[in-house]
Antibody, heavy 117, light 109 residues
Framework: QVQLQESGPGLVKPSQTLSLTCTVSGGSFSSGSYYWSWIRQPAGKGLEWIGRISTTGRSSYNPSLKSRASMSIDTSKNQFSLQLTSVTVADTATYYC?????????WGQGALLSVSS | QSALTQEASVSGTVGQKVTLSCTGNSNNIARYPVVWYQQISHGAPKAVLFGNSLPSGIPPRFSGSRSGTTASLTVSGLQPEDEADYYCSTWDFSLSIWVFGGGTRLTVL
């Protein structure tokens, strides 16, 4: 059974770079039919799609993040990562990683990331 | 502001049928299937419907429809465990991103 697990620092200072990693276990990470995505949710608010990356490294991002987001993938470790630069308090949220085939169908449990000085 | 528009809240009694709506535009809902997510107590969202298909393990009281730029999720025979936040989502052709609704809080009275 495929599972996704986010990991990250929990707390980041304003203007710094946020880094999160998603580890995929129990399945075929390198299948060409999947994209791997990051989605976030501020407390009490709705969901926002951040971006996606394929196992070949092809990526795309939500324009609302104004080029602050980048993703990378390491198929040897079954991991993909998110970096978000120049963070502000508005980036405080629960960050989910998700597998996407026809839709984001499998999600991690989420990692809470707070931006505070 | 969310790209897709949902009611803030909907309520119903046990056994009742309720319908949640999701309105988009010609670049998203009119073009692509809509996925509906259930989120209970701030846990990870779980898909309960994709287009007209039920993911594995989802009871058949959940059903969906689409007309033009509006999609709907119907829960027939409402159960206490259906109380949750529900989000609609689909791909947007113009923005090239997945877009979400703001969510509907479904309360079972």
């Amino acid at each position: 059974q495929v599972q996704l697990q986010e990991s990250g620092p929990g707390l980041v200072k304003p203007s710094q770079t946020l880094s999160l990693t998603c580890t995929v276990s129990g399945g075929s990470f390198s299948s060409g039919s999947y994209y791997w995505s990051w989605i976030r949710q501020p407390a009490g608010k709705g969901l926002e799609w951040i971006g996606r990356i394929s196992t070949t490294g092809r990526s795309s991002y939500n324009p609302s993040l104004k080029s602050r987001a980048s993703m990378s993938i390491d198929t040897s470790k079954n991991q993909f990562s998110l970096q978000l630069t120049s963070v502000t308090v508005a980036d405080t949220a629960t960050y989910y990683c998700a597998r996407v085939e026809d839709f984001p169908d499998l999600w991690g449990q989420g990692a809470l990331l707070s931006v505070s000085s | 502001q969310s790209a897709l528009t949902q009611e803030a809240s909907v309520s119903g009694t046990v056994g009742q049928k309720v319908t949640l709506s999701c309105t988009g535009n010609s670049n998203n809902i009119a073009r692509y299937p809509v996925v509906w997510y259930q989120q209970i107590s701030h846990g990870a969202p779980k898909a309960v419907l994709f287009g007209n298909s039920l993911p594995s393990g989802i009871p058949p009281r959940f059903s969906g429809s689409r007309s033009g730029t509006t999609a709907s999720l119907t829960v027939s025979g409402l159960q206490p465990e259906d109380e949750a936040d529900y989000y609609c989502s689909t791909w947007d052709f113009s923005l090239s991103i997945w877009v979400f609704g703001g969510g509907t809080r479904l309360t079972v009275l």
